[in-house]
């Protein structure tokens, strides 16, 4: 299907904070919580989840952690072997032993992260109007990513917005608003529901690998995502997680 392509729009910041004061989720699960729309995720709603499983086949959704520095790629991994094969550990020759280092800033386009509640603070608030100030150079007092430390375990809904399209990826810049989700969502007979988990592919990653990195910065190129107002639907639907590649 072609679709016609829609630019990101700018809104002004009254329109914006008009938006994120009708979408926000503060005090709906009380003053001390930690976990926000995560707590959509009922334990029936992951019990019908396991009632989907067809087959035992499992598909990563992570991309090769990126050691080589790019436009997109400010902080790339450290990655070296501390222990290798050749070095006598004194255990004798017949035993070797192979360790490595591994240091990385999680955030960015090029390391599959989830975010914690804390990443993004708006005014000097954090989630539930908690200060800003509660994260620290020591780290996070409260909304760090301990709260997701059992995991999330959901249905998931893929939301392939350029298989939907017929191209292989979103051009940087470009949006997809409420009225394309659904209409996706009724050509592939499927509807985002309260506690889903939202997969949303742009293709990004592909567009990488065959163009080459690009500046997805606020000065550069961006990305393509989701339109600001789309985000209506992720609340009246309740969906818990938004998962974008």
Same mark, same amino acid.
């Given at each position: 299907m072609n679709t016609p392509k829609a630019k990101s729009s700018h809104v002004s910041l009254g329109d914006f904070d008009q938006l994120f004061e009708s979408l926000k989720n503060w005090g709906?699960?009380?003053?001390?919580?930690e976990k926000g729309t995560l707590n959509y995720i009922t334990p029936d709603k992951v019990h019908a989840?396991?009632?989907?499983?067809?087959? *035992? !086949?499992? %598909?990563?959704?992570?991309? @090769?952690?990126?050691?080589?520095?790019?436009?997109?790629? &400010?902080?790339?991994?450290?990655?070296?072997?501390t222990t290798t094969y050749d070095v006598d550990v004194g255990a004798g020759k017949q035993v070797g032993m192979a360790t490595d280092f591994l240091g990385i800033q999680f955030h960015g386009d090029c390391h599959t992260h989830i975010d914690a509640l804390c990443h993004?603070?708006?005014?000097?608030?954090?989630?539930?109007?908690?200060?800003?100030?509660?994260?620290?150079?020591?780290?996070?007092l409260c909304l760090d990513i301990t709260a997701?430390?059992?995991?999330?375990? *959901? !249905?998931? %809904?893929?939301?392939?917005? @350029?298989?939907?399209?017929?191209?292989?990826?979103?051009? &940087?810049?470009e949006s997809v608003t409420r009225e394309?989700?659904?209409a996706l969502e009724e050509a592939q007979g499927v509807k985002l529901a309260e506690g889903d988990i939202m997969?949303?592919?742009t293709g990004h990653h592909r567009r990488?690998?065959?163009?080459?990195?690009w500046d997805v910065?606020?000065?550069?190129?961006?990305?393509?995502?989701?339109?600001?107002?789309?985000?209506?639907?992720?609340?009246?639907?309740?969906?818990?997680?938004?998962?974008?590649?």
């Amino acid at each position: 299907m072609n679709t016609p392509k829609a630019k990101s729009s700018h809104v002004s910041l009254g329109d914006f904070d008009q938006l994120f004061e009708s979408l926000k989720n503060w005090g709906r699960w009380g003053p001390d919580d930690e976990k926000g729309t995560l707590n959509y995720i009922t334990p029936d709603k992951v019990h019908a989840a396991t009632t989907l499983v067809k087959s *035992g !086949r499992s %598909v990563s959704l992570e991309i @090769p952690i990126a050691t080589l520095a790019g436009p997109d790629n &400010p902080n790339p991994a450290i990655h070296y072997m501390t222990t290798t094969y050749d070095v006598d550990v004194g255990a004798g020759k017949q035993v070797g032993m192979a360790t490595d280092f591994l240091g990385i800033q999680f955030h960015g386009d090029c390391h599959t992260h989830i975010d914690a509640l804390c990443h993004v603070a708006y005014k000097g608030q954090l989630y539930n109007g908690r200060p800003s100030e509660l994260v620290t150079s020591k780290g996070a007092l409260c909304l760090d990513i301990t709260a997701f430390a059992h995991g999330i375990v *959901g !249905r998931g %809904v893929l939301i392939d917005m @350029p298989r939907f399209r017929g191209v292989r990826w979103l051009e &940087p810049g470009e949006s997809v608003t409420r009225e394309e989700i659904e209409a996706l969502e009724e050509a592939q007979g499927v509807k985002l529901a309260e506690g889903d988990i939202m997969v949303f592919r742009t293709g990004h990653h592909r567009r990488r690998l065959e163009l080459g990195a690009w500046d997805v910065g606020y000065t550069g190129e961006g990305r393509a995502g989701l339109d600001l107002y789309s985000l209506t639907l992720l609340h009246e639907r309740k969906v818990a997680v938004f998962l974008p590649d």
